[in-house]
């Protein structure tokens, strides 16, 4: 008995390897740094936000001050009479760059599907540097500060930084096939993590100079990555004379199913397959859809507000890990620092195990099911951590694994899936639109998860911010039940059909 065309599995690792050349890791790398520099302006504003309140706070209640400071260079930058205002001012900050960074994603990804990918993430990564060098450096040796002036300036600065996960998420996905994605995509999505690290070890070299200088380290460093980007970064394998990824799927029978996007409907007919929601250009420059009818895709919608109570955990982790530790356990702030990381490698580790697990099983939702059901059961664990460092850390690792992985697996491969649907005939011009509408959905959630963090803190304790966090974690589950089970059922259908041909 044969083997239907739809059971033909080839290794991720085989289909991936056979198309692999020098220009896709090349794009590989690229990509990867150009947004690990985006993140690692962010990770710089978090790591300076002492020496920021120092500044902004009178020297009276700051023992750091310089006490033969002249009073008027000191009124100069007199913000708030405590630092306690200063800091819910910078948490402000956040809220304000983290609401404009979502609202920017929708729109990024509808530019990126029009625009060339190249200019736009050159484009926001130069401009977003600019402004944080305004914002931390050049505010700072004009002695001006004034806060609706820094408020417009991080609203700018969310606005641009939005161009880059859309931008280098549909690169990717114009390069790298379903043949090994959830495994190329879960290893490439550690360039968040692998920013976060990088920009405090730029933010520690300098900050004894002061802050400034930590912006300006930063603001350069991501200035000249988007220089590189601009004239080095190839965002389709057309470019360079290389088959694009559908055309190459239909010479190859054999590999038909190992690169068929996995969103696609196994049961939906051959005549059905041919539908496509875009109309036939002659030119073969398929037009980019628009945002309403990315959001009818399949599987947009409920992986949008999965990823929107996902993020809002995973955030929260990356803005409170460290305040956390220091103020549960009184650990010192640096010592806080440096074992929140073990949030970020367990990321890294958990999305590209669980990226490649999603390989083989040619579905993403289940891996995705057990993860979160594990996260669970960290989360309660993590909350009630002794007062150890290495306990800590190993279960913050575990934490992360099972978080970090599935987030980094929506916000990278799935989104890639679900812009290369059947219905969408592998356009890329679909992919920045979607790859939007998950992330800027997403960040909503964690703008909103911030303050609620905040609140639920100060009122209830840090057991009931983790109580938040679990139920965060089951919605995710539930919002993608749907296709956790349709999946489960196709998954088990295969296995039949595979029984019956032995």
């Known amino acids: 008995m044969a083997v239907p065309g739809s059971l033909r599995r080839q290794p991720a690792s085989r289909g ?17 740094f150009s947004y690990s520099l985006l993140h690692a302006s962010r990770k710089t504003f978090s790591n ?27 009124n100069s930058s007199h913000l708030f009479p405590n ?61 001006f500060y004034n806060k609706w002036f ?15 996960w859309p931008c280098v998420v549909a690169v990717m996905g114009n390069w790298f096939g379903k043949a090994g994605r959830g495994f190329v ?22 900050l004894n100079y002061g802050y400034e200088y930590a912006f300006l380290v930063t603001a350069s460093v991501q200035f000249a ?12 394998p057309k470019e360079v004379g290389l088959p694009e990824l559908g055309a190459d799927e239909d010479e190859v029978s054999v590999e038909e199913d190992a690169n068929r996007p996995l969103m696609g409907d196994d049961d939906v007919d051959d005549d059905d397959r041919n539908y496509s929601i875009q109309a036939t250009d002659n030119d073969n420059q398929p037009k980019a859809i628009g945002f309403f009818q990315a959001c009818c895709l399949p599987g947009v919608v409920l992986y949008s507000l999965a990823y929107a109570c996902l993020k809002l955990v995973n955030y929260s982790f990356f803005f409170w890990l460290p305040f956390y530790l220091s103020n549960n356990f009184r650990w010192k702030e640096a010592e806080a620092d440096q074992l929140s990381i073990w949030y970020d490698v367990g990321g890294i580790i958990g999305g590209t195990i669980q990226g490649l697990i ?24 993590y909350s009630r951590s002794p007062n150890s460092k290495p306990i800590n850390a190993v279960i913050m690792a575990i934490t992360g694994f099972f978080i970090g992985g599935p987030s980094n697996m929506i916000s990278s491969a799935i989104s890639a899936d679900l812009g290369r649907q059947d219905l969408v005939k592998g356009s890329s011009e679909a992919l920045a639109t979607v790859t939007g509408i998950v992330d800027g959905t997403g960040s909503i959630g964690a703008a909103v998860g911030q303050y609620l963090v905040s609140l639920i803190q100060e009122n209830l304790g840090w057991m009931w911010v983790f109580y938040f966090f679990i139920l ?22 295969e296995q039949r059909l595979r029984m019956l041909a032995e």
């Not at 729109?107 to 914002?135: E, H, K, P, T, Y």
């Not at 820094?150 to 880059?164: D, H």
């Not at 999603?358 to 960290?378: C, E, H, M, N, Y």
């Not at 974690?473 to 749907?482: E, K, Q, R, W, Y």
């Open 358 to 381: 999603s390989d083989v099983l040619q579905k993403r939702a289940p891996v995705l099911a057990v993860s979160l059901l594990f996260a669970v059961g960290s989360l309660f664990g």
């Open 16 to 32: 991936l390897v056979s198309h692999c050349t020098h220009h896709h890791i090349v794009v590989f790398l690229l990509t990867f």
């Open 150 to 164: 820094y408020c417009c300036l991080w609203v700018v600065n969310g606005l641009l930084q939005s161009t880059g």
């Open 225 to 236: 990555g988007g220089v590189i980007v601009f004239f080095g970064l190839l965002t389709s």
């Open 83 to 143: 630092a306690e205002e200063a800091t819910l001012f910078l948490g402000t900050l956040d809220t304000i760059f983290l609401f404009s960074y979502a609202v920017g994603l929708f729109v990024s990804g509808i530019v990126g599907d029009r625009l060339n990918l190249r200019w736009v993430l050159s484009f926001g990564m130069c401009s977003s540097a600019l402004v944080v060098f305004s914002f931390g450096t050049l505010t700072e040796w004009l002695h």
């Open 48 to 74: 300076v936000k002492v020496s920021i309140s120092n500044q902004w706070t009178p020297s009276c209640l700051n023992s750091t001050a310089p006490e033969l400071r002249p009073y008027e260079l000191w």
């Open 472 to 493: 965060m974690t089951s919605s995710t589950i539930l919002f993608i039940s749907p296709l956790i089970v349709r999946e489960i059922r196709l998954l088990l259908h």
């Open 185 to 206: 995509f879960g290893l490439w999505s550690a360039c968040a993590s692998v920013g976060n690290i990088l920009g405090a070890f730029l933010a520690s070299c300098v």
